[in-house]
């Protein structure tokens, strides 16, 4: 049984923040990463190996906090016959052991669900685009500048950052023009999402104003509008699989971090208690104040 540990040590390689920016935490980062048959099982606590940002803040009341995770992800994965909503869980698990999540718990209705990042509701994300959930799980909305940054960069190659549920790796967003090809030159990748044209409904149906990307439904998918899929992924060839392998990408514009998953996600990653989304800030308060039960799961990724 072959074992990798990965010792990532908290802020190295890292300018630290000075002291009044960030939080000072009383664990380092531990991550284990183990290949048990046909399993990839990823234990970790949670903390990550850069400085974050200051938590508690005005937009996030939570103190980062260790966990213990123990995910798996199968080390051979399939592609399912249809994506699967990750509203009901973590996307996946970084290389440093802090897991990714796109959707949030704050909502208008149950149709109308805030987006973390570039939403109209201050959810205290910091420089890293993580927040703490009340649990202290510090996790990722999206591309984690310092993990990136502790990896060595991404400008100069692809660069893998983690594991997906399904066991399909997660990359940045840099990627080989042709998906055949390591060779062809790095680009971009651009999501297939976007902003709706006209005005949401107004009240009761929603919340009214012009689709600017505070709510998820502000967006559609146009299939072939960008590089990737529904699930912000495509097949292709990568330095870890150059076999080829389905993978994933953080996009710098929606979704972000990819909302569905390509294959089947494992339970380890399903999320334990009163129901999905991320209670990173407020908690699942709609515009009125009033905590809201957790949102609708739509049945395939938003405009199909």
């Not at 990714?100 to 987006?115: C, I, L, N, P, V």
């Not at 104040?289 to 405009?303: A, I, T, W």
């Amino acid at each position: 049984m072959k074992k990798i540990l990965l010792a990532l040590i908290l802020g190295l390689g890292m300018e630290p923040l000075p002291a009044a920016e960030r939080t000072v935490l009383t664990d380092t980062n531990r991550v284990l990463l183990t290949l048990r048959g046909d399993q990839r099982v990823i234990e970790a606590n949670g903390i990550p190996d850069h400085a974050p940002g200051q938590f508690p803040n005005r937009g996030n009341p939570n103190r980062i906090a260790p966990q213990n995770y123990s995910f798996r992800v199968p080390a051979k994965p399939q592609a399912a016959a249809q994506p699967t909503d990750a509203n009901r869980g973590w996307f996946g698990v970084a290389l440093n052991g802090v897991p990714f999540e796109a959707g949030t718990a704050e909502f208008w209705s149950r149709d109308w669900k805030y987006e973390a990042i570039g939403g109209s509701i201050n959810l205290g994300l910091d420089e890293h685009r993580a927040h703490v959930q009340p649990t202290g799980a510090y996790h990722y909305h999206g591309l984690p500048n310092g993990l990136i940054a502790s990896l060595g960069g991404d400008g100069k190659k692809m660069l893998q950052i983690g594991w997906a549920a399904d066991g399909f790796p997660i990359y940045t967003s840099h990627a080989p023009t042709d998906a055949n090809d390591l060779k062809s030159a790095l680009k971009k990748m651009r999501s297939s999402y976007q902003l709706k044209k006209g005005a949401r409904p107004g009240a009761p149906n929603g919340p009214g104003g012009k689709f600017d990307g505070a709510f998820t439904a502000d967006y559609e998918f146009v299939k072939g509008s960008g590089d990737l899929d529904e699930c912000n992924g495509r097949f292709g060839v990568t330095p870890e699989f150059p076999q080829g392998t389905y993978y994933y990408c953080l996009t710098v514009e929606f979704p972000f971090a990819p909302r569905y998953w390509r294959g089947t996600p494992d339970a380890s990653f399903m999320k334990r208690g009163p129901g999905p989304g991320d209670p990173g800030g407020p908690g699942g308060k709609g515009k009125d104040g009033k905590k809201k039960g957790p949102p609708g799961q739509k049945k395939g990724p938003p405009g199909k």
